[in-house]
């Protein structure tokens, strides 16, 4: 089972980066090539067979560590897209980063595949401790990964997301713990099984602690304080995978946490529900409210990233059938666009040096290319067709009528509104507006390495709203197995 | 003012948490799921089949081989942190004869010296004896680095990084997730999964040899990552 | 439910201590100070789940010679053992960024770092 290709590759590749430092990004490049590969074998088979397990050295759940690849682990091809581009744009990126002194750069690369390993891995365990494993593995290389670029703000950014995510795996621990105290177990599929004899009141704090942990790591509001500045200062290639994949580590824990408690239709998970569909709501609308006033470019894509996740949380509190798929399909959708446009971002500051909206008028103009990847990118978060953007959008507003909610239909409407306010000044800072300085006309479009990310994840927003049909086929039947324990939806 | 929120806070947090506490199966008792489901299975089957008699060492190699394999890559992935962090552009070479920081007394630095073969002695002991008696790679492991540490103090700082041999320093870092590796991969060879080992009592010594070599992997790994941690953080002043 | 409370007031502690963590950690300024708060409440944590393993008159889960029923469940241990690694990685990377911090800030006071942003 060449099941392991993705996390032993990562492993290995600290060893062999360091040898010699040009070697590094090819060596990452070529591991996350393999780690693709592998990942595609896994949906394929996923796909036609359906949920299907690996015990890990043979033995048995619960007595051993269960692998299980379902429709969400397909997840992992958008990790591996992500995560490939993503080191493919670092080639010239990262050796221009000031701060970052020449013998740390293969570390860097080393970081950057564990983080993508640790997705990985969160993504197709069936074990709640291994979860936990995997989410520090994320979380520390997360922190780190921030803090690279050596800036004074950066260091401030990345300590205060370690103390915060810190804190919250640990509330993962503690509802680990007290799983564990109920059912004896820490295989997802047989706490679910033990759940309905557990005594309610440890058990309703333990889904609290979850909760609430998985929430921090996603920036859900009121715990997305630290996602603006970690994300917005890190290396332009690290927000991309940050916002695009790790924040929905945090979403991934909370669905598994869902398919546990409704598989054991022990706990009336309508309160929680409850109170997730407002917070998302919130969310959505602050998010892009600040968003709106921001002019340091990635600054606004943070914001933008925490209002996005709103949307997705505020689907999965819906409990609708289209609520929900509209949200999976978000996680992945979301990451293709704003992965598009941090790299955008990345690449304007890299030919400019300019962060903020006024210094970055006229840009359109000298790297047409990227101002109009970046340019689709926002047509997408808006969520209009025939983008990527739009279906997902549809369906959790189509879900919020379904579960008779529409007031959060309302909700969704009213944040794309402040979403197309913010892009739209974006898109007019690049094209309309005269330019500010009159060197930004003399920049260079993109280097290749950099470019091709860009256009092909721009292509791919385009894409995947028109064949948005198929991730949907795909995701339902997972999400049906999700809802009909839960008593319908 | 903020004291008096903060406590408002943590009696929010802290109560539903005792309650919850006071629902929790009773204290040591032997009817509790965690105690009657899965721990028993570990503790009846254990030496049969997973071939420690320290069951612990059994369920982090054996049962829960790949949470520990995770786990030395956690720690692995926090030196690559520390190191992406923290590293100075230091020219290979430059570390001089410099006293270190703090000139320890004569005697601090007689019993350390003296004490660290027979300190290491015991590390040694520890990460072998791990699948028999209390103990094993992590914790050997773990006085190795503090051994490490101890001679960092009181040794010149040339000497102190003559401690780490420069060449295999960067393989000795990686050793633990390279082991594992390892033996996981030959356990997907001869048992057909991944971090397969031997059932049965025949295969016995090479599932022991292949327990060893996994506490093996993991004190050297975990010794050279704290040793590598520490130099980091000292070197930087 | 006094009396539940009692019979399981090592989980009890556990909880106790995870507040004085996290008091630790949101009233105090220095960055260590807060770092320790977090160290604490980890510990807190690990000394719960060793707990729920503890069976009355338990020995050692090491079969040896000598050794008798009951024993006490192997499996809490092996947990915490990954999740004191965890902690250490966490506070090795925290005391390091705390490092850079002091370098290129001249303290490690919050209040004053946050005036400095």
Redesign the interface.
Same mark, same amino acid.
């Given at each position: 089972m060449v099941v392991l290709a993705p996390l032993v590759g990562a492993v290995l590749t600290p060893i062999v980066a360091r040898r010699d430092r040009r070697v590094a990004p090819w060596w990452a490049l070529g591991v996350m090539s393999v780690t693709s590969v592998a990942a595609v074998a896994l949906m394929v088979r996923v796909a036609q067979e359906g949920p299907f397990s690996y015990y890990m050295s043979g033995w048995v759940p619960p007595i051993g560590i269960e692998f299980r690849f379902d429709e969400v682990s397909a997840f992992i091809g958008v990790v591996c897209l992500v995560g490939w581009l993503a080191v493919l744009y670092s080639f010239r990126y990262i050796e221009w980063l000031r701060g970052l002194e020449k013998p740390r750069i293969p570390y860097y690369y080393t970081l950057l595949l564990l983080n993508l390993a640790g997705i990985i891995g969160i993504s197709i365990t069936g074990d709640l401790f291994n979860l936990f494993v995997f989410l520090e593995i994320v979380s520390l290389s997360g922190y780190a990964l921030v803090a690279v670029s050596g800036e004074r703000i950066a260091d401030m950014a990345a300590f205060k997301y370690l103390l915060i995510g810190a804190v919250s795996s640990l509330l993962v621990l503690l509802g680990i713990g007290l799983v564990y105290a109920l059912t004896g177990s820490l295989n997802m599929a047989d706490v679910s099984a033990r759940l309905a004899d557990a005594p309610a009141r440890p058990l309703a704090v333990a889904i609290g602690a979850f909760t609430v942990g998985f929430m921090v790591k996603a920036a859900i509001f009121p715990l997305h304080i630290w996602l603006p500045d970690a994300h917005a200062i890190a290396p332009s290639p690290v927000s991309a995978v940050l916002s695009g994949l790790v924040v929905k580590v945090g979403i991934i824990g909370m669905l598994r946490i869902y398919q546990i408690v409704y598989g054991s239709g022990a706990v009336d998970m309508n309160g929680l529900n409850q109170v997730l569909m407002w917070l998302g709501a919130i969310s959505i609308v602050m998010g892009a409210f600040f968003a709106v006033f921001q002019d340091d470019i990635k600054m606004m894509l943070a914001y933008s990233t925490i209002s996005n996740i709103g949307y997705i949380v505020m689907g999965l509190g819906l409990a609708s059938s289209f609520g929900v798929i509209g949200a999976s399909i978000h996680v992945f959708n979301h990451a293709l666009i704003k992965a598009t446009l941090f790299f955008g971002a990345g690449a304007l500051i890299f030919r400019t040096g300019k962060r903020t909206l006024s210094e970055l008028a006229g840009v359109g103009r000298s790297m047409p290319l990227t101002a109009a990847a970046m340019s689709i990118g926002a047509i997408s978060i808006v969520g209009i067709p025939p983008t990527a953007g739009f279906l997902c959008k549809w369906y959790i507003a189509l879900g919020a009528v379904q579960a008779e909610q529409p007031f959060f239909a309302f909700a969704l409407v009213f944040g794309a509104l402040f979403i197309f306010i913010y892009y739209i000044r974006m898109v007019n800072a690049f094209y309309f507006r005269p330019p500010v300085d009159p060197e930004i006309l003399a920049v260079k479009e993109a280097p290749a390495s950099m470019l091709v990310p860009i256009l092909v994840l721009a292509a791919l927003c385009l894409i995947m709203g028109v064949l948005g049909r198929l991730p949907l086929t795909f995701i339902e039947p997972a999400v049906t197995r999700l809802l009909s324990t839960a008593g319908g939806g | 003012m903020k004291r008096a929120a903060v406590i408002v806070l943590l009696v929010v947090v802290a109560i539903p948490l005792v309650l919850a506490m006071a629902d929790l199966p009773p204290y040591g008792s032997p009817d509790s799921p965690a105690y009657t489901h899965v721990g028993a299975y570990y503790l009846e089957h254990g030496v049969e089949e997973a071939g420690a008699e320290n069951i612990v060492t059994d369920v982090i190699l054996n049962y829960r081989g790949f949470d520990t394999e995770g786990e030395v890559t956690v720690i692995f992935t926090a030196m690559a942190a520390v190191l992406a962090v923290l590293m100075a552009s230091r020219g290979g070479g430059e570390a001089g004869t410099r006293p270190p920081l703090t000139p320890p007394s004569v005697v601090v630095r007689f019993v350390v010296r003296v004490m660290a073969p027979l300190t290491l002695m015991f590390a040694v002991y520890v990460i072998m004896n791990g699948h028999i008696t209390p103990g094993g790679g992590f914790q050997g492991g773990t006085i190795v680095g503090a051994v490490f540490i101890a001679l960092t103090l009181v040794l010149s700082e040339r000497d102190a990084t003559r401690l780490i041999p420069n060449r295999p320093e960067r393989v000795l870092q990686a050793a633990a997730p390279i082991v594992y590796c390892l033996i996981g991969l030959l356990g997907l060879a001869l048992f057909d999964v991944y971090l397969g080992y031997p059932r049965t009592e025949e295969m016995g010594l090479l599932r022991t040899a292949m327990l060893v070599t996994l506490e093996i992997g993991i004190g050297v790994g975990g010794a050279t990552v704290i040793a590598t941690i520490f130099r980091t953080m000292g070197s930087d002043q | 439910?006094i009396e539940?409370?009692w019979?399981?007031?090592? &989980?009890?502690a556990s +909880?106790?201590l995870?507040?004085i963590g996290? &008091?630790a950690?949101?009233?105090k300024s220095n960055?260590i100070k807060?770092?320790i708060g977090?160290n604490i409440?980890?510990t807190s +944590?690990f000394a719960?789940?060793v707990?729920?393993? $503890? +069976?009355?008159g338990g020995d050692?889960?090491?079969?040896?010679v000598g050794a008798s029923?009951?024993?006490i469940?192997?499996?809490?241990?092996?947990?915490i053992?990954?999740?004191i $690694? $965890?902690a250490?990685?966490?506070t090795?990377?925290?005391?390091?960024?705390?490092?850079?911090?002091h370098?290129?800030?001249g303290t490690i006071e919050a209040d004053e770092?946050r005036e400095?942003?």
């Open positions: - | - | 439910m539940a409370l019979q399981n007031i090592d &989980y009890v +909880v106790l995870f507040c996290l &008091y950690m949101i009233t960055l807060k770092f977090l409440m980890e +944590v719960f789940i707990a729920l393993g $503890v +069976v009355e050692a889960p090491i079969m040896g029923p009951p024993f469940n192997p499996l809490p241990q092996s947990l053992l990954t999740g $690694v $965890v250490v990685s966490t090795a990377l925290a005391l390091s960024l705390i490092i850079r911090i370098k290129q800030c770092l400095m942003e």
